[in-house]
Each structure stands twice: as C-alpha cells, then as structure tokens.
C-alpha cells in the first residue's frame, strides 16, 4: 500500500468535504469489490498448489502410505488426510 497526498489526487471541493469527517489522520480507501482478486489469481500460486495436491492424490492412490506423504512432502499426517480425502 503506498501513501499519496490528498491534494495530488482529490479535486479541491472532494478535499474541503473529507476535511469535514477527518484531518490530519491516514485513511485507508479499499478498492471496489469487483476488483478483488481472489487468492493465486494475480500468481502462479494457485495453479502451484493444485498441481501439488493432485500429485499428493496420485501417490495415495497408487499406494503411498499418508505418513510418508507428510514426511515428502513436509506436511502434518492430518494435512494429507484433508489433500487425499477431499472429492476436487
């Protein structure tokens, strides 16, 4: 998040009726809700991790046993429960 001065960016008359509600303090102005990104989508995050959990279910089902996934693969037993069982 970076910080701009309100008189670079306001027209005067929008500044004069801000001034009114609050001086002198940072506001934080959140983007519009359809600009939202939802998680991975702005990376290779997503994709990343879907690609992993679909590797993770192969060995599984190919009969990798769950605490040597979590040993591979760095995870808790549990975590690989949740990634196997899950129906995606």
């Not at 809700?33 to 992993?52: D, I, P, Y």
């Amino acid at each position: 998040m970076k910080y701009s001065k309100a008189e670079s960016i306001f027209p005067e008359e929008l500044l004069r009726i801000i001034q009114e509600y609050v001086q002198g303090e940072l506001v934080y102005i959140p983007k519009p809700k359809e600009a939202h990104l939802k998680w991975g989508e702005k990376t290779e995050s997503k994709s990343r991790v879907s690609a992993r959990n679909a590797e993770i279910k192969s060995l599984f089902r190919n009969g990798v046993r769950i605490e040597e996934l979590a040993d591979r693969y760095f995870f808790s037993c549990e975590s690989i429960k949740k990634i196997v069982y899950t129906k995606n």
